[in-house]
């Protein structure tokens, strides 16, 4: 039996996300959508789909199993909880919430329903690339990891929408996940450093070089260019005691022509991690088959909230930002 989703939020990708559940993927039918904006919703509905007046009326229905949450993060906190009321698992875009106390309520209600509903959308630890480069740092031959080299580059952001606050509490979050999954490791403080400001952005404050300090010692780098003008390029470089993995350069096809040999660059996020975002729903759709999630956790979307909350503290004190983390709940201990 196909499982009933409701989607809620149907702009830029909450539509890429039913094209996935109703295009790509089996075993799920999208049967409800909401979005603030009505005539969003039902341009954005598939065939047969109810359109719910509200976020509630959708989580509430009979008719709807598990949630998508596409809204924008302000709306996540109170949707989330409404699904966890409900007891139906849903997946949430990232971020998790847009606050720590709000991190903590979600958590605090997923505990006390007494078993994972929540699977928050960091796309990267699906990415088969990221999980080769796991496989061999878990796989223990190159020696405990020492420093990750993580770079986050974007064409451009859509100009006025995209704040200086966005590199370090929108952009950084994937950066700031995928470290503290590939190296094992929590976030314990963050520096920020912002070198000379490209002119291409105006007024924005670009790029940025984010250090995450480890609680293990290791110390990840992460430069953040928003407005690099020739493509979307993500790289990832772990060095540890006795070698050195990185990711491959995506995508691999090399083509030689009359201008010389290249590596073509992904035009944006949609494209360089098309199948990351196909695996992410493909094991969620199993999970939350069962009643349950995987995968990203309500415990790693509040550590990427801290991660952002120390970041922007840190931009403006210039110092080394700590972060202090709650004792983990048991829930999340094997997540
Ligand atoms: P978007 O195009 O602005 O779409 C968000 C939609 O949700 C809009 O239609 C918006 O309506 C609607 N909405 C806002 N508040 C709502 C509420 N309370 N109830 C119902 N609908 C509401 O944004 P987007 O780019 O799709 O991003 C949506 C989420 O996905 C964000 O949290 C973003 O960070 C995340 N995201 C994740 C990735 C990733 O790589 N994992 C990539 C892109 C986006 P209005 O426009 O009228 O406010």
Redesign the pocket.
């Known amino acids: 039996m196909a499982l009933k989703v409701g989607v ?7 539509q890429d996300h039913i094209r996935r559940l109703t295009k790509v993927l089996s075993g799920v039918d999208v049967v409800g959508v ?4 009505r005539a ?1 919703a039902e341009a954005a509905a598939p065939e047969g789909a109810t359109v719910f007046d509200t ?1 509630q009326d959708l989580i509430a229905s009979d008719t709807v199993e598990a949630i998508v949450i ?7 906190e ?2 989330l909880l409404g699904c966890i009321a409900a007891g139906k698992p849903v997946f949430c ?3 998790l919430v847009t606050s720590e106390a709000a991190a903590l309520k979600v958590m605090e209600a997923e505990v006390a329903y007494g078993h994972r509903l929540v699977q928050v ?3 990267r630890r699906f990415d088969a690339d990221y999980r080769r480069l796991k496989a061999v740092i878990d796989g223990g031959t190159l020696g405990a990891p020492l420093m990750y080299k993580s770079i986050h580059r974007n064409a451009s952001v859509p100009a006025g929408l995209y704040t200086s606050d966005m590199p370090l509490n ?1 952009t950084l979050v ?1 950066d700031a996940d995928v470290s503290r999954w590939l190296l094992d490791d929590e976030v314990v403080g963050v520096e920020v450093r912002v070198p000379r400001r490209s002119s291409r952005g105006g007024e924005l404050r670009d790029p940025h070089i984010v250090l995450l300090h480890c609680g293990s010692g290791a110390i990840v780098t992460v430069e953040i260019s928003v407005n690099i003008s020739y493509g979307y390029d993500i790289r990832g470089e772990v060095a540890c005691e006795q070698g050195v993995a990185a990711l491959p350069n995506r995508p691999a096809t090399v083509v030689s022509d009359r201008f010389g040999i290249r590596q073509e660059i992904p035009e944006d ?1 949609r494209e360089r ?1 098309i199948e990351a ?1 196909d695996q992410e729903f493909r094991e969620w759709i199993v999970a939350a088959g069962q009643g349950t999630a995987t995968g990203p956790s309500t415990w790693d979307g509040y550590a990427a909230t801290l991660v952002a909350d120390a970041a922007l503290r840190a931009v403006e004190s210039g110092a080394f930002e700590q972060i202090a983390m709650i004792a983990k709940p048991a829930l999340y201990e094997t997540a």
Not at 34 to 37: F, L, T
Request: charged share 20%; aromatic share 16%.
């Open positions: 809620i939020g149907t702009g830029m990708i909450g909401a979005d603030i904006e969003r976020p596409c809204s924008w993060g302000p709306a996540h109170e949707q875009e990232k971020p959308g960091f796309m929108d994937h996020w991690f975002y």
